[in-house]
């Protein structure tokens, strides 16, 4: 697949006052054409900031942001306008006008384009069928719900044609059904259409369920980057375990008791491991949490349980586990 974007060394600073602060610390990454790459972090940790280096809303300091090979900062203004119409942008706050019908808001971008007032109509009348909001053309803004209005917002990004579409924290002012309708539509959007949808989000939940790959911000570094699959099976930095890692409200029985982390894909769920588990070697483990999810479309699940107390004896379930094919993480208490 060819590279829409790659990153190169990407530093930003701002200055105030006198005082510096680094938003982005060597920043390496690659974003290939027809996938939905995930960026994901904590509040302030910079994910917003690397987003707008993408259409160069933000300078960077130092460092390389190469558009399908051309590096945004060489662009001369006309060439700059002329790629930011291949690059849309969705937002959590929809950024609608509210004294614009449905159909009006649609019809904004072309018109900064310059195209034809019955192309418009026409244009905007397909985008709000393919957001399943042909009904509601003449209505207003604050007629609709938040789902609906984001919709506008995607129909209105999907107008120009573009290659890329970002999206920064678009579901994170919706409730968990209409965001899941929200990232559904993404995701068909993205197959039928071919299209680069970069997600930007602090949710791993909105990552799993759409996304192909997925690079973590931590403090502006990044943390780590793969297959949303491998890092949700295996996140190795502490940023990764931090957000993938189910919370657990209970403490081990035993002060020193070892918790670790189980993870089975949908090809092992009908294995009875815990029972095979005392059958086999007589131990037993404590349950404190478990659930299942979709990643990627495969379902997975996982548990979190505590571990025989005595070394030697944990190492032997862990054992058995890793030998079932499980994967096997220590958490941290």
């Known amino acids: 697949m060819e590279k829409v974007y790659e990153l190169i060394n990407v530093y930003k600073t701002y200055k105030n006052d006198?005082?510096?602060?680094?938003?982005?610390?060597?920043?390496?990454?690659?974003?290939k054409e027809g996938e939905i790459f995930g960026i994901i972090g904590m509040s302030g940790a910079?994910?917003?900031?690397?987003?707008r280096t993408l259409n160069r809303l933000e300078e960077v300091s130092s460092g390389v942001v190469n558009f399908y090979g051309r590096n945004l900062a060489?662009?001369?203004?006309?060439?700059l306008r002329k790629v930011r119409h291949s690059i849309s942008m969705i937002f959590q706050g929809f950024n609608l006008v509210n004294q614009r019908t449905v159909i009006q808001n649609v019809e904004q971008s072309l018109k900064i384009i310059g195209m034809p007032r019955a192309q418009r109509r026409e244009k905007a009348l397909q985008m709000l069928e393919v957001v399943g909001l042909l009904d509601k053309k003449n209505q207003?803004?604050?007629r609709l719900s938040g789902g609906q209005k984001q919709r506008v917002a995607i129909a209105r990004a999907l107008a120009v044609d573009p290659k890329v579409l970002l999206c920064d924290e678009a579901t994170s002012a919706l409730d968990p059904k209409i965001t899941g309708e929200i990232l559904d539509l993404l995701k068909k959007i993205n197959e039928e259409r071919g299209l680069t949808i970069v997600i930007i989000t602090h949710e791993m939940s909105v990552v799993e369920k759409i996304c192909d790959r997925v690079a973590i911000i931590d403090d502006g570094n990044l943390a780590e980057i793969g297959e949303v699959k491998e890092v949700f099976s295996n996140p190795k930095s502490k940023a990764a375990k931090k957000l993938?890692?189910?919370?657990?409200?209970?403490?081990?029985?035993?002060?020193?008791?070892?918790?670790?982390?189980?993870?089975?894909d949908g090809t092992q769920s009908n294995v009875p491991f815990i029972a095979n588990l005392v059958e086999e070697t007589g131990f037993k483990v404590n349950i404190l949490s478990a659930n299942t999810r979709s990643v990627g479309g495969i379902g997975y699940g996982q548990m979190i349980v505590e571990l025989p107390s005595d070394e030697t004896d944990a190492a032997t379930v862990i054992n058995f586990f890793e030998k079932g094919g499980l994967s096997v993480t220590e958490v941290e208490q």
Do not use: Q, Y
């Open 46 to 51: 910079g994910k917003s900031t690397l987003v």
């Open 244 to 264: 993938v890692f189910p919370s657990n409200p209970f403490d081990p029985s035993a002060g020193e008791g070892k918790i670790v982390r189980l993870v089975f």
């Open 74 to 79: 060489f662009l001369k203004p006309s060439e």
């Open 140 to 142: 207003f803004p604050a």
């Open 18 to 31: 006198g005082v510096e602060f680094t938003a982005l610390k060597d920043i390496s990454l690659e974003i």
